[in-house]
């Protein structure tokens, strides 16, 4: 039976139909080839005439579409003497960046992850680095002391986890990570931090470490925001795509002003913050909210001709010099566009790699007599 390829052919000029479907052998694989490319080519030039249409009718009438706000949106450009006084802030180690890293590898049912932070300047002096050990049990401890649960109910709390995905299983990990990096911006000493992601992520206001942890977040959110001299730059925003489309619009050296932080917390409160545990902690953010719908912005920037746009949040007061400090960061990394403080303190604390855990792991369940009973098929195929 002969080997066929097939591909799904967006063809414009049928409306009829929107997809059209071609068979090819392997020897047509250079005709398969031209055709990858054409469909690609036309995804690519959607994209562009998108941007040019953005920059003609979108960025002159910002105010239009993000009304409201205590500032005028922009676009504004950062100019040379702007980007020199970034510069010296550098230079003098007064910016710190603030990230974490985490490995996660399974152990048996359990789920084990090191979790890594560091604060580190552009001298590359660190400070605060640590790594911990975390390990989500698969079973509960039960009530009784000196009791075990039966083993019928430990299978039917490992078929729900089971059920769970690889994210929702690492939650509490990740919101340690993201905790302790809002800790080492909070107690920072330097006269700017730049933290990696957003002040009000789902992972930082997580139920998975309990209402504490929650209360713990609000503390050091109001604490970062307190010092006003604070940036948050995320890799990625999949809840706001439109808003990095604009981004990606502006011209090189150029940042805007979209909104305050109504709509990010309209998103935490999805997770249903109700009932007798959770309500007074629903009513902690809504006040937390309102205390900051003002003072924190969320802003686009774009570095260079070469780099995608960014977001950024910072305090309305200082959004100028937040943004100048973000296109002057970020031309550090050339085509990447993304702030080079980030990326210093991600490799500080990423100094352990994932293989010291799978190693580990591999040689323990080698220790124990079992170095294939207990591991999924994917782990042991290569």
């Known amino acids: 039976m002969a080997t066929s390829y097939e591909i799904w052919v967006d063809d414009e000029s049928d409306y009829g139909s929107l997809f059209t479907s071609e068979h090819y052998r392997p020897e047509d694989l250079p005709q398969l080839n031209r055709k990858i490319s054409a469909v690609q080519v036309l995804s690519i030039e959607r994209e562009l005439k998108l941007r040019d249409r953005i920059r003609q009718e979108i ?15 922009g676009p504004y450009s950062v100019d040379d003497q702007m980007l020199r006084n970034s510069q010296d802030l550098f230079e003098q180690g007064l ?42 049990r698969s079973d509960e401890e039960v009530s009784s002391p000196g009791t075990e649960m039966p083993v019928w109910e430990i299978l039917q709390r490992r078929a729900r986890i089971s059920s769970q995905s690889h994210e929702e299983r690492d939650m509490s990990a990740r919101q340690f990570m993201a905790l302790r990096e809002r800790e ?5 000493d330097a006269t700017w931090v730049v933290g990696h992601g957003t002040p009000v992520s789902v992972d930082v206001f997580s139920k998975s470490g309990g209402v504490e942890a929650v209360a713990s977040a609000i503390r050091l959110i109001r604490k970062i925001v307190g010092r006003e ?127 010291f855990l799978q190693n580990s792991t591999n040689l323990n369940y080698a220790k124990l007599g079992v170095p294939f009973l207990l591991r999924g098929e994917r782990d042991t195929r290569r």
């Open 229 to 355: 001299n604070f940036l948050f730059v995320p890799s990625e925003t999949p809840s706001r795509p439109e808003l990095l489309y604009i981004a990606n619009s502006l011209e090189s050296g150029q940042f805007c002003i979209f909104e305050n932080l109504d709509s990010w917390f309209r998103i935490l409160r999805h997770g249903n913050y109700s009932g007798p545990v959770w309500g007074p902690v629903g009513d902690m953010i809504d006040q937390l909210a309102s205390e900051l719908s003002e003072t924190v912005v969320v802003g686009g920037f774009k570095a260079s001709r070469e780099s995608p746009g960014r977001l950024f949040f910072s305090h309305v007061t200082h959004v100028h010099q937040a943004a100048s400090i973000a296109i002057a960061d970020s031309l550090l990394t050339g085509h990447r566009g993304f702030p080079s403080i980030i990326d210093i303190a991600d490799r500080v604390a990423g100094r352990i790699p994932s293989s």
């Open 59 to 73: 960025l002159p009438n910002l105010d239009e579409h993000f009304p409201n706000l205590s500032v005028p949106p």
């Open 95 to 136: 910016v710190e960046g603030i990230d974490g890293s985490m490995v996660t590898m399974p152990v048996a049912s359990d789920l084990m992850s090191l979790v890594s932070c560091a604060a580190v300047n552009h001298r590359g002096q660190p400070r605060g680095l640590t790594t911990q050990i975390i390990n989500l």
């Open 184 to 188: 080492l911006m909070a107690n920072s």
